[in-house]
């Protein structure tokens, strides 16, 4: 079998990428630091079906993105090229985003703590017999680990915060992490970027939901409203308290001279002679009080009722002396 060459293998990878962009609206870009080829193979089986991982170049991607554009017309792809920075990758999917998000973050692998690789998380070594034996006693000295003896193995005494996050793993920190057989660190596929149909946003997006993006929809229109009143601007969230105000500002101007208007009439009949108003807060008070007694009466005969239909059931149609 005769081996592809350099300039076969581009047209063969631009074919490709060019056909999933053609067949997929949805991608995610992953970051893939410290992602092993077998790791990298397991996550193609899980998402098997209707998702696709292709890594490859930045270049050699950039390159397809831009020849796809130019040949199609589809400007929108372009926006993937500042994501394609670092070591990363693209699954095309036609499947729900977050499902597929939480089904990539599954395949993560615990991994040793290699000299020189930047700590993703703090590590802490929690108190309690190691197994070492006392000779082993240098490297905990070195990090200055407080240890004691117990029953001639190692022990250490309280807990110690070996590396802190975004610190370099040292050679001293690594040998000891390796000696205990503490992996500190799991690494796989992260999802950096979300592109949809053309639009790029942050994984988080993904997260939000229909009660968030309610709330945050309110939150919005609060402001508008609060604007357009500030500054007097007609808007169809801030129309209602618009002729609101107006109302209240004509009714003032009505009961503090001798102009008037139907919806006006009422209040100022109230002001002049309050104790109209008391009659009325009673009457509402004494029908609310009527309203409630017949529906507590209602409840008490549909419960009255359900014994009596509870009480025919019970005898099975037959009276408590047996005759029917």
């Not at 994984?203 to 939901?209: M, Q, Y």
């Not at 807060?281 to 008490?300: E, L, N, R, T, Y």
């Amino acid at each position: 079998m005769v081996k592809a060459t350099k300039a076969e293998k581009k047209i063969a990878y631009d074919a490709k990428l060019c056909q999933l962009v053609d067949e997929y609206t949805q991608i995610l870009i992953v970051a893939a630091d410290n992602v092993g080829s077998t790791q990298l193979q397991s996550i193609r089986k899980g998402l098997r079906g209707d998702s696709v991982v292709l890594m490859g170049k930045n270049t050699m991607m950039k390159r397809s993105v831009r020849i796809h554009s130019e040949n199609t017309g589809n400007t929108g792809i372009l926006n993937l090229l500042p994501l394609l920075q670092g070591n990363v990758g693209l699954i095309f999917t036609k499947g729900d985003l977050k499902e597929v998000s939480e089904e990539v973050a599954k395949y993560k692998v615990g991994a040793p703590a290699r000299v020189g690789l930047v700590a993703p998380i703090d590590v802490v070594v929690q108190p309690g017999n190691t197994g070492l034996d006392p000779s082993q006693t240098s490297f905990f000295q070195v990090l200055n680990i407080p240890t004691k003896i117990n029953k001639g193995t190692v022990e250490i005494i309280t807990p110690v915060e070996l590396i802190k996050q975004g610190d370099k793993v040292g050679s001293s920190e690594a040998a000891l992490l390796a000696k205990l057989g503490i992996r500190p660190f799991s690494y796989g596929l992260v999802v950096q970027s979300v592109y949809d149909n053309g639009s790029v946003f942050k994984p988080d997006v993904l997260n939000l939901t229909e009660d968030a993006l309610v709330e945050k929809f309110a939150v919005g229109i609060s402001m508008v409203t609060s604007l357009a009143l500030a500054i007097s601007y007609p808007t169809l969230a801030a129309a209602p308290h618009m002729f609101i105000n107006a109302y209240k500002n004509a009714l003032a101007i009505s009961v503090a001279t001798e102009y008037t208007f139907p919806q006006a009439e009422k209040v100022k009949e109230f002001l002049k002679d309050p104790s109209k108003f008391a009659v009325a807060v009673a009457a509402v008070s004494a029908d609310a009080g009527i309203g409630a007694a017949q529906a507590g009466a209602g409840k008490v005969e549909e419960k009255k009722q359900e014994v009596e239909e509870s009480d025919e059931e019970d005898y099975g149609g037959f009276d408590m002396f047996g005759e029917e």
